[in-house]
């Protein structure tokens, strides 16, 4: 079975600084990690994916994740927080073997929020 | 584009009614799926559509009936809903069902269920 665990169930950073929300995983065999935004009341947003390759994955908005094996985890970053990022951000993961493996996996979520 | 369309946004029911929640894509995508979020909490999986056929269900109650008219619509039959069946759904499509490839939501349906 895989599974998703998001520390922080809220994490709070000034407009302008750099922002980080944690995501650590468990699977079985090669993991494939996702992470989405939710905005209140609307459906989920993709930002980006690691499949395979170069461990930095760029997505959209200016975010980032480094997937790092060793940690098991797959933390998404960006260099300068904006009050419009506020919002729920999902990690996922899908991988491993077994009747389990198609589905997508969620964390619990983070809420990131920006101060002005 | 990666547009996936939900009707209605917003839908009050009594537990008596029948209703039906109304999912569409034009990706041309082969695989959808039908999620359940309740407040803030992660989406559950309910159904995997692969190739129009259902794949998944994932032990949902009868009273949810999905269909796949087509491959690019995907409905979601409601009936003698109970209170805690109020949530967000969530349609989603995928380009294949395989494990790397990207599911693309929708906006969801806000259900009450009175």
């Known amino acids: 079975a895989q599974s998703v665990a998001q520390p922080e169930d809220q994490v709070n950073v000034a407009e302008g600084n750099p922002l980080t929300v944690k995501c650590t995983y468990s699977?079985?065999?090669?993991?494939?990690l996702f992470w989405y935004v939710q905005y209140p009341n609307r459906g989920l947003q993709f930002l980006l994916k690691?499949?395979?390759?170069?461990?930095l994955v760029k997505g959209s908005y200016g975010f980032e994740a480094e997937f790092n094996k060793s940690q098991t985890s797959f933390h998404l970053k960006k260099p300068s927080a904006l009050v419009s990022d506020s919002a729920l951000y999902f990690c996922?993961?899908?991988?491993?073997?077994?009747?389990?493996?198609?589905?997508?996996?969620f964390g619990k979520g983070t809420k990131l929020s920006v101060i002005p | 584009d990666t547009e996936v369309t939900q009707t209605p946004k917003h839908l009050v029911m009594g537990m008596t009614n029948k209703k039906s929640l109304k999912c569409e894509q034009h990706?041309?995508?082969?695989?959808m799926y039908w999620y359940k979020q309740k407040a803030k909490k992660p989406p559950e999986l309910m159904f995997v559509?692969?190739?129009?056929?259902?794949?998944i269900n994932e032990s949902v109650p009868s009273r949810f009936s999905p269909e796949c008219p087509n491959s690019s619509l995907l409905n979601l039959h409601l009936h003698a809903l109970q209170p805690e069946d109020s949530a967000l759904y969530l349609c989603?499509?995928?380009?294949?069902?395989?494990?790397?490839?990207?599911?693309?939501f929708g906006p969801g349906t806000r259900l009450t269920v009175l």
């Open positions: 989603a499509s995928s380009q294949d069902p395989g494990l790397t490839d990207t599911q693309y």
């Open positions: 699977v079985s065999g090669n993991p494939y």
């Open positions: 690691y499949i395979t390759g170069d461990n």
């Open positions: 996922a993961v899908r991988g491993g073997s077994g009747a389990g493996s198609y589905q997508l996996t």
């Open positions: 990706m041309g995508h082969r695989a």
């Open positions: 559509y692969s190739y129009e056929k259902l794949s």
